[in-house]
């Protein structure tokens, strides 16, 4: 049974963590700016302004001790991570998922932090949400559908597709399920791990960046050979930014899936970068490029 986070409003404490890679100060301080524009309190925990111990924002205790403590915190309405890079996977097995579950609130960030947002669903059935990290660049796009999938209360609907941007039917057909996913590379990681994603009647969505082709094609294989591919009812296609022309790809290996396979760059690491919700309902239809949040992930 899934767990609904409360919504946030102007007024709501949001917490700032860095699960994974550290990020410049001034850069973090534009970001606590940028939210607090928004109309909310801005608390910084000890792991995004901590000394980085190279590719990581702090050692992994203190990493995963800032989670747990946000999430414990009745005062913090919702958690937000600094940035990706690397690191989210060290500390699965340090969070407290019995706190998660307790105080459920919502928790937001994607590329590394893939790994989190999979593992806290997975555990506790918490509805965790793909979507800008801190120091994400946030269009008017970006910014709309943050709002709407975390403060409206209200399902987002058919999700626009801005001007411009190109949709392509891997394969057609409709499918509903649970929303579940998000980047590839990180999926691909925990899969034999008490964390791996479950795809099983699911919509798997998919997003990464500077990856070769082949790359791609590898962790394609891997979630196809692992049976995960076989189990959803319908992938959702996110931006592939840097990762060279993979059309070819994606029709070879999702085109002879028995599934609908939707293309619609709208999230992952570009300019648009779409809030998707782990865990509600929607629906896909390929051949008429239509992707339904059906269900409000927050109450």
Known sequence: MNIKPKRLK????IGVVAPAG?????VIKRGIEFFKSLGFEVVVGESAMAEPMGYLAAHDELRAWDIDRMFEDKTIDGIIAVRGGYGSTRILSMIDYDKIEENPKPFIGYSDITALLTAIYNM????????PNLTSAISDYTLRYFKTQLMDGEPAGVIEIPEGIEVRCIRPGQAEGRLVGGNLSLIC????????IDTFNRILFLEDVNEEPYRVDRMLTQLKNSGKLEKTCGILLGSFKGCGDVQPVFEDILGSLEIPVLSIPVFGHDTYKLTIPEGVMAEIDAEQSIFNIKESPVI
């Open 10 to 13: 102007k007024g709501s404490r």
């Open 22 to 26: 550290p990020a410049k100060e001034d």
């Open 124 to 131: 506790t059935g918490l509805v965790t949400f793909h979507g």
């Open 189 to 196: 990681s925990m899969l034999g791990t008490p964390y791996e």
